[in-house]
């Protein structure tokens, strides 16, 4: 009798198992497929395409052209910006220099000179009248004659000094100042133009295949839709679905490997492991996974370039970590 009951639940284990072994004794595999997430690649700005520099299918490494946008307005608006620094860099170095120019200078120094003899003169005037005053030859009025003619040719010197000195400053420190603002807000406007410019050229963010292009060259590009859809290798993911009575068993970092139809089987590492179970989706159609509630596990590929997006899969779990 408990050699009966042994066999029979040996039995019922046995049967119990069917199901999840091949006909071998493999474990049986997880269905799923290849999935991808490609970056869609398009413009900042609407435009119409002049240059296409990819075709579908190829093989890219980051920074490598991809398209380029026309760029008549960009060029026009940065050579304007660069006209308008070069304005308020010459207005800047105007208020820099000297108010006038050397020319006014050597003439206005001619005057000094000019200025210097005859208050020279008018000093030895001055002297000799003096001396004729002390010794009675003299009257009072020539002697306030020469020392007021030797105040004014003084007073003239004075001035024409004067005209030298603020002849030979820069502007007031207000209008420096307010060129040199000028000159920075140019300079911004210029390097805003020319990042502008650059971005109607636009490069691939990251190595990875061109899968689709959606314009041509001579088509006009809207705002926000994409020209290229490029596809990262480190983007590719295997999606498989296990059923919850064999969750427990899979683990972050496992190994497990994947197999299909026509293609070189490859490792690849469990990254993402769902919390919450779900039924098992439309695209599984097998009757034995039919109508189960399945946790959503996702691997990384060892060899993502050998896997083409929507492929089905086999995947078969390896030893956890």
Avoid at 45 to 74: C, K, M, N, W
Avoid at 97 to 115: F, G, H, M, T
Avoid at 196 to 213: E, F
Wanted: charged residues 25%; aromatic residues 4%; contains cysteine.
């Amino acid at each position: 009798m408990k050699r009966f009951l042994v066999i029979a639940i040996v039995a019922v284990a046995v049967l119990a198992a069917i199901p999840f072994l091949l006909d071998d004794g493999a474990p049986r595999p997880y269905q799923g497929w290849v999935e991808a997430d490609t970056l869609l690649i398009g413009a900042e700005s609407v435009g119409r395409l002049a240059e296409i520099h990819v075709e579908e299918g190829a093989i890219l490494t980051a920074g490598q052209p991809l398209f380029q946008l026309d760029t008549t307005t960009e060029q026009a608006a940065v050579a304007a910006a660069r006209a308008a620094l070069a304005r308020t860099k010459a207005e800047l170095d105007l208020a820099r220099a000297a108010q006038k120019r050397p020319e006014e200078v050597d003439v206005l120094k001619a005057s000094e000179r000019e200025a210097i003899a005859r208050l020279e003169l008018s000093v030895q005037e001055l002297d000799r009248t003096r001396a004729l005053v002390r010794q009675g030859t003299g009257t009072r009025a020539s002697l306030d004659v020469a020392i007021a003619t030797e105040a004014a040719n003084r007073a003239a010197l004075d001035s024409v000094r004067s005209e030298i000195a603020l002849a030979t400053l820069p502007a007031r420190e207000e209008n420096i100042m307010q060129a040199e603002e000028a000159t920075h807000s140019a300079r911004a406007d210029l390097s805003a133009a020319e990042a502008v410019l650059l971005k109607r050229s636009v490069a691939a963010p990251a190595a990875g295949t061109i899968q689709t292009i959606y314009y041509r060259t001579g088509e006009v590009v809207p705002v926000g839709r994409p020209v290229v859809a490029l596809l990262p290798p480190e983007n590719v993911r295997i999606r498989f679905f296990v059923p919850e009575t064999e969750i427990a068993g899979l683990s972050l970092n496992q190994s497990v490997r994947v197999t299909c139809d026509g293609c070189e089987p490859t490792d690849a590492r469990i990254s993402f492991i769902a919390d919450e179970a779900e039924f098992t989706p439309p695209v599984i159609f097998s009757s034995e996974e039919r109508a189960k509630l399945v946790y959503k596990v996702e691997a990384i590929p060892a060899k993502p370039e050998t896997l083409r997006p929507g492929l089905p899969v086999d995947v078969v779990p390896g030893a956890r970590p």
